[in-house]
């Protein structure tokens, strides 16, 4: 679905993230692994498009069923992002506008994307449906909803676009813990049911070895290793992969008394 | 009396709304580690506010090494605030950013006047050495560093004044994995070296498994298990600890769908109900008309009716589909 070849982002002139290979299927999660400065969320504002807006240079391909990405127009992006490449934040509330209901928010999301209204009603109701919300939640403001709330109101809204691929950058690194578990079981539902292609952008790898279907490891810029998670989690090759699912705190499982 | 903090039916309000409800736990003299668990809105960043006394503490009492801290005045009241001292999560929030690094380290030696001028500066170096930190450091600024060394420079000036406990508030989700295993194994050599007791709040599990022998778990205010981290842990007791247990990922583990283990914000229950009774998939008609209390239960305490039949579910295969649509 999604294919990179030599991606290389670069503010003036200092390349920050390069990417030589990364080939998302339909279906399917990879998981973006990596500490701050990792390129990381460069690489996924970079498949967003959105790397000219925050003045990077970015070379080489991505491509979407097999039409390229890096040349597109501003308005041609217009119909891409949000309808076929769409994105959930790690702060939903922020992401939200706050002067408009959940309700408004989302019939005017469907519209801008073509959705005639008859249509917007029920997609709404399915989309929310599969997240576990409750259709009050339209009725609210985003200060009435909690994080949890919000960040699955956001992935309704992927959902009813029909989006064919999800970017989330850190979308379960601000939220407690027992929501951050129901989140992940909403993400991988969204993939099980539409088959939805997934980058999840994570600097916390047990959320990732949870989720994701492959990983790929980044460390400054650079693409350290990559894989099945399974493998890579349980054969890390590199040693800095070995160093990170090190520095992963665990619980001790035995009780020591 | 041992303990060196003990805190006996602490109750908190914001106005006329009360949202710590009767907590009691004990911190003994260091080297020692009390963990206080619990997710948003369940009061423990409030309770870290009143033992600093930043917040009214409106029933019940914090006692440090026997006296009444809400009673103390004068050169006792200065002597309590430099024995307990506070580290949050953000570094960046709690550096001075027109100061330098020393100046941030060195201003409560000022404030306390607790060590003569000339000798500051190398008072400084010798804490910035104790948290790992190169002498040159002194010079730079808060925005010259990472946030690892931040979190550093922050903790030294907490150990400026000699404490005898640290409150330790979320000290490393904002932080990198590696460089938050590099922070835990500093507070681990600091518990060792200088005798320290901490109370550590947090929501990762595996960060209080590291640092505390005993842990508190708090839901909405009210303690619902305690009791010795690696048993809590390892057996959780409570169906809350069970869940927040159960919500970890962990590497290599796979569990079985969780959805539906209860997030947000509950419906409003009766006073007498136990306050998880509207989250909780054990939960039965005694526990919406009778709040449990603590009670010891395989070698712990746990405010659960049910607490003795949760033995017989394993925590990771508890929590069935019992989602709701529509």
């Known amino acids: 679905m999604i294919s990179i070849r030599d991606l290389r982002i670069a503010y003036d002139g200092r390349v920050v993230a390069h990417v030589p290979e990364l080939d998302l299927s339909a279906g399917t999660i990879m998981g973006i692994a990596g500490e701050s400065g990792s390129g990381k969320s460069q690489t996924a504002l970079a498949v967003m498009g959105l790397s000219g807006y925050a003045g990077a240079h970015v070379s080489g391909s991505i491509t979407l069923d097999g039409q390229e990405l890096t040349t597109k127009s501003r308005r041609e992006w217009q119909t891409i992002r949000g309808r076929r490449i769409a994105m959930i934040m790690q702060s939903p509330r922020a992401a939200l506008n706050p002067t408009v209901t959940l309700g408004t928010l989302f019939r005017r999301s469907l519209r801008l994307h073509g959705v005639s209204r008859a249509d917007s009603k029920a997609r709404m109701r399915t989309a929310l449906d599969e997240v576990v919300l409750s259709p009050d939640i339209l009725d609210r403001y985003p200060h009435q909803v909690s994080g949890g709330q919000a960040q699955r109101f956001a992935i309704a809204l992927v959902s009813a676009l029909r989006a064919d691929v999800v970017i989330a950058d850190e979308p379960t690194s601000a939220l407690d813990v027992t929501v951050q578990a129901e989140v992940i079981e909403v993400l991988r539902d969204l993939r099980d049911r539409h088959g939805t292609a997934m980058l999840f952008i994570s600097h916390d790898l047990a959320v990732i070895s949870e989720l994701a279907d492959s990983v790929t490891i980044m460390r400054h810029g650079e693409v350290v290793e990559s894989g099945p998670t399974a493998l890579v989690m349980q054969t890390p090759r590199q040693v800095y992969t070995r160093e990170l699912l090190a520095a992963v705190p665990t619980i001790r499982r035995g009780d020591p008394q | 009396m041992n303990a060196l903090l003990s805190v006996r039916d602490l109750r908190l309000s914001y106005d006329s709304t009360q949202v710590v409800h009767g907590v009691d736990f ?149 932080l990198d994995v590696t460089v938050q295993e590099r922070v835990l194994k500093l507070f681990e050599r600091l518990r060792i070296e200088r005798g320290l007791a901490f109370v550590l709040i947090s929501h990762n599990l595996a960060v209080v498994d590291r640092l505390c022998e005993s842990s508190v778990v708090l839901y909405r205010g009210s303690v619902v298990e305690r009791g010795p981290t690696a048993s809590l842990l390892s057996r959780p007791r409570h169906p809350y600890t069970r869940a927040l247990r159960a919500a970890v990922p962990e590497i290599g583990v796979v569990r079985p769908p969780l959805t539906r283990i209860g997030s947000g914000t509950p419906p409003d229950q009766a006073d007498n109900a136990c306050p998880y009774a509207a989250r909780c998939p054990l939960a039965v008609d005694r526990c919406r008309t009778e709040t449990p209390a603590l009670r010891e239960v395989d070698g712990r305490e746990v405010a659960c009716h049910r607490a003795e039949d949760t033995i017989e579910i394993e925590p990771f295969t508890t929590h069935h589909d019992d989602r709701k649509h529509g």
Do not use: C
């Not at chain 2, 004990?26 to 506010?49: C, D, F, H, W």
């Not at chain 2, 307990?84 to 020393?102: K, T």
């Open chain 2, 26 to 174: 004990e911190v003994p003299q260091g080297p020692y580690g009390v963990g206080l668990i619990g997710e948003s809105g369940s009061g423990k960043t409030t309770i870290a506010r009143a033992l600093l006394l930043l917040h009214p503490i409106h029933r019940g009492s914090v006692a440090f090494e026997g006296a009444d801290v809400s009673r103390l005045r004068g050169s006792d009241l200065k002597a309590y605030r430099r024995a307990v001292q506070l580290v949050f999560q953000d570094g960046d929030g709690s550096l001075d950013p027109r100061m330098s690094v020393g100046a941030n380290v060195g201003e409560p030696l000022v404030v306390h006047r607790s060590v003569p001028r000339a000798v500051r500066r190398d008072r400084v170096a010798e804490l910035l050495a104790e948290v790992g930190l190169p002498e040159d450091m002194i010079d730079r600024y808060p925005h010259q560093l990472s946030g690892g060394q931040r979190q550093r420079v922050v903790i030294a000036r907490a150990l400026a004044l000699e404490p005898k406990l640290l409150i330790l508030d979320e000290p490393t989700s904002a």
